[in-house]
């Protein structure tokens, strides 16, 4: 205990403040926040099953765990993004660090299934206000000349959050249960949000007046664009694409997003300045990471059906064959920061393209006999360029931003990653299940999934393998586009 209270508190907080080593005190408090947000979601997909029998529920149902997670982020990153640009990051960072403590807490008491949900939307939300402003704090904190550095060291976090979590997350289900990963998720929130109340300081001009000037009606109509357009892509590949819901739903969501751009257009101060997309170097930025975005997602839901199903691995054995992604990014994305700020952020972000094209041809080289090395190399080149095109692409975009849009343009960053993994993952779904239902198979994914490892339905599995090869080429065809418009826009590097 200091013996003047808060007054050597604030000392202390001023020292940190003043230190050549501020930013690695930052990039120490974000990056703990960041990290517990993605490994508590990957922990979970490793409980699910351990959950779903705990609680007695079954698989549709118990997927409405991540699902209602993923629509929390997605609907509030932007809104929260520009929340922060008003009243200061720090204010809605350690908010949002509350909030997800409160929801772990909550899942960890959890006796039934509303209460669980209840839960994981308060993560959800407390994550969205982590989210929209972590990469934001770094990026303010290290110096412009290091902006493609401090993103690297960001998304290293990310890949080793995406690895950690089911690694962990499988050693605390097998020793104590599931609700043992949302201890550790509240531990570490206690840890970032007393790191971050010591080092954070609010970059933004903290308005007057802030939430009577922050554009709820424009807030609302972005979140229920994408709540809508969300749910509608999930269902698409269950219910089918021609379903009334499916189709309503896209109907819905595209009357909303209509209403979301007139708003933003007339709006004073709106959610996002649509003249932004105007610069190429920010429009094509937005659209070559959703497009890489889209591409992989399939293979990351589609490959671990492949391993298991049909080539007849143990889940462990997958997991290992798949890792070489998450770890290569979290290696490569840091590197790849450091080369975008020496020689400029186009052809860093190029050749991480070109390596996820080249991922994804690799995989339409798998057959039903094929050896699990290939899946490796595929592994390994995504993460590669996954890592490779991150960092710079990133900077490209928060370059022309300016600072004052940090947090709006970062939640912009991590909503087209969202929205890309689900349409991918519908893409892919779609060509597979069509495959299917061509060979006269059940048009779902429910044949493969009852499939016993190595034995039995030849046939089916060479539909499936056949079908998921398609998806994977469609992907490679996708990221080649991003990858020739990304290398004909301006570099961008003289306005970082």
């Known amino acids: 205990m200091w013996p003047h209270g808060h007054k050597d508190l604030k000392y202390f907080v001023e020292i940190i403040a003043s230190s050549s080593k501020y930013k690695w005190w930052v990039y120490s408090a974000v990056a703990v926040g960041a990290y517990v947000t993605v490994s508590d979601q990957t922990g979970t997909n490793i409980a699910m099953p351990r959950i779903s029998e705990d609680l007695a529920l079954d698989i549709p149902t118990v997927q409405w765990i991540y699902l209602l997670y993923t629509l929390c982020i997605s609907a509030l990153v932007i809104p929260m993004g520009k929340m922060s640009d008003i009243v200061g990051r720090k204010t809605v960072y350690s908010s949002g660090l509350i909030l997800f403590l409160i929801g772990s807490i909550v899942v960890y008491f959890a006796g039934n299934f509303s209460i669980l949900l209840f839960g994981k939307a308060t993560q959800g939300i407390g994550a969205a206000m982590i989210q929209s402003n972590g990469m934001a704090l770094i990026v303010e904190a290290f110096p412009r000349s290091e902006r493609g550095k401090a993103l690297g060291l960001y998304m290293t976090i990310i890949g080793l959050g995406a690895v950690g979590g089911p690694v962990l997350g499988g050693f605390l289900v097998n020793l104590f249960g599931w609700r043992a990963i949302y201890v550790m998720s509240a531990i570490l929130c206690l840890f970032a949000l007393g790191l971050s109340t010591l080092v954070l300081k609010n970059f933004s001009g903290e308005r007057k007046n802030g939430l009577l000037t922050f554009d709820w009606p424009g807030a609302g109509l972005s979140a229920g664009f994408l709540s809508i357009v969300l749910i509608s892509l999930t269902f698409s590949y269950r219910a089918g694409w021609s379903n009334l ?7 819905v969501s595209f009357g909303l997003l209509c209403g979301f751009l007139y708003r933003e257009k007339i709006c004073e101060d709106p ?4 003249s932004l997309f105007r610069h190429p170097v920010f429009s094509l930025g937005i659209a070559a990471r959703y497009m890489s975005f889209m591409a ?9 059906f492949y391993l298991i199903q049909i080539l007849g691995l143990k889940e462990s054995s997958a997991a290992l064959i798949m890792a070489p992604a998450s770890i290569m990014m979290a290696v490569s994305s840091p590197l790849s920061g450091r080369v975008s700020d020496k020689f400029g952020t186009k052809w860093p972000a190029v050749l991480g393209l070109i390596l996820t094209c080249a991922a994804l041809l690799t995989y339409t080289l798998v057959d039903v006999d094929s050896s699990p090395v290939v899946v ?9 360029g996954n890592g490779i095109f991150g960092s710079p692409n990133t900077s490209a975009v928060m370059g022309i931003a300016g600072q004052s849009r940090y947090g709006v343009v970062t939640a912009l960053v991590n909503m087209t990653r969202t929205t890309g993994n689900l349409t991918g993952l519908s893409m892919g779904i779609t060509l597979v299940v069509l ?19 190595g034995g039995g339905g030849a046939e089916l599995k060479s539909v499936f393998t056949l079908g998921m090869k398609k998806a994977f080429l469609a992907g490679a065809v996708l990221v080649g586009f991003a990858a020739i418009f990304t290398a004909l826009r301006p570099d961008g590097s003289d306005l970082r």
Request: hydrophobic share 55%; net charge negative.
């Open 245 to 251: 819901y499916v189709l309503v739903g896209f109907l």
């Open 271 to 274: 959610m996002i300045e649509l």
């Open 296 to 304: 992989g997602a399939s293979a990351f839901f589609l490959m671990p």
């Open 376 to 384: 490796m190399v595929g592994m390994f080149l995504s993460g590669s």
């Open 435 to 453: 495959s299917m239902g061509f060979a006269g198979y059940e048009a779902d994914l429910s044949s493969i999934s009852k499939l016993d490892g």
